[in-house]
């Protein structure tokens, strides 16, 4: 029997697990914004002392990973599994940090909602007595995404006012049975939303109607609302994707009590940075919620926060092929220690 269930995609853990640690690594640019100080690990060099930009996403996340270890006091071995995903084709930037590590690992790919998912699934493992800890993970490079996903650096192609930057950053929570630190107490898993947007620049847009689906579905599964959050933070709509979910939700009459934040409007400063709509990218909600975020429960200054990751399922075929961009949000609630 599903007894922790709670409506059609919902559920609210028994006995809610704690996050103990987390960890997080940023680039030079992003070291620059307003969230620093709050990063682990921050380097001036993209390639992070590597050959590669594809490298350097994976000693990001290497880098991540033994930056947790450190913080929660632990050895490699005493990981239970390692639930992570990245923007690189075939996830290789994780499946390359896990290597002859011999940690269990499950590969996921969200796109930008990497996060949250890989952060619900790990509640759900270690909620359901399946694993004692699980560390949930997932980093994105600004330069590896843009050659990937859009144009050659060199190229110098002209960035429209609707587009974001990727971050280049990584982060890591452990999620355990036990112990101190906040508790994830509710999830709500996504659903792939498509309203036929297909700019690859515009995909604020293209999430946000995923966003307000999840949020929508998480207050009527759970019978809560904006009231009960301190704050219910997108991943990385930025400021165009968040505008577009502000206005949906009031067309639709869903109130959200001026709780909105976007992880993509806070890691950047966009009056002195020129980012233009904000940050994006699986490393913008991890380095915000494995620093920031997570930082303000542990101290009290936020008691509650509803946290949708939220990502654009696009690939360079898909593109190619004129293919409308796809979105998915899931949302996790969390609660401080």
């Given amino acids: 029997m599903a007894t922790q ?4 995609r919902s559920f609210a853990l028994i006995d809610p697990p704690v996050i103990t640690a987390w960890a997080n690594v940023a680039g030079k640019k992003e070291s620059e914004g307003p969230l620093r100080g709050t990063f682990d690990v921050t380097s001036n060099d993209s390639y992070f002392g590597q050959k590669t930009w594809e490298q350097a996403e994976r000693h990001m996340q290497e880098l991540a990973l033994e930056a947790l270890i450190n913080k929660a006091k632990i050895q490699k071995a005493d990981i239970g599994l390692v639930l992570s995903g990245d923007l690189l084709n075939q996830c290789i930037g994780s499946s390359f940090t896990l290597r002859n590590t011999d940690i269990p690992h499950l590969g996921l790919y969200g796109a930008c909602s990497t996060m949250a998912e890989s952060l619900l699934l790990a509640a759900m493992t270690v909620g359901g007595g399946y694993f004692e800890n699980a560390v949930a993970m997932t980093s994105s490079h600004f330069a590896s995404s843009e050659r990937q996903y859009r144009f ?3 190229y110098g192609g002209q960035r429209t006012p609707t587009a974001q930057w990727t971050v280049t950053g990584a982060g890591a929570a452990l999620v355990s049975e036990k112990g101190k630190g906040p508790r994830i107490t509710a999830c709500t898993v996504g659903t792939v939303t498509d309203l036929g947007i297909k700019d690859a620049n515009n995909m604020g847009a293209a999430m946000a109607p995923a966003a307000l689906s ?4 998480h207050f009527e599964d759970l019978k809560v609302n904006a009231d009960d959050f301190d704050l219910i933070i997108t991943g990385d709509l930025g400021q165009h994707g968040k505008d577009v979910l502000l206005t949906l939700a009031q067309r639709e009459g869903l109130s959200l009590g001026g709780k909105i934040a976007d992880c993509g409007c806070m890691v950047f400063d966009n009056l002195k940075q020129d980012v233009h709509a904000g940050g994006s990218g699986c490393g913008c909600s991890a380095i915000t919620l494995c620093g920031e975020l997570l930082n303000k429960l542990q101290r009290g200054k936020l008691k ?6 939220t990502g654009a399922l696009l690939s360079p075929t898909s593109s190619q092929q004129n293919l409308p961009i796809s979105g998915v949000c899931h949302a996790v609630a969390i609660t401080g220690g």
Avoid: E, H
């Fill in 214 to 217: 999840t949020i929508r579905a």
């Fill in 5 to 8: 269930r709670k409506g059609r």
């Fill in 152 to 154: 050659p650096l060199g």
């Fill in 304 to 309: 509650k926060i509803l946290f949708c990751g």
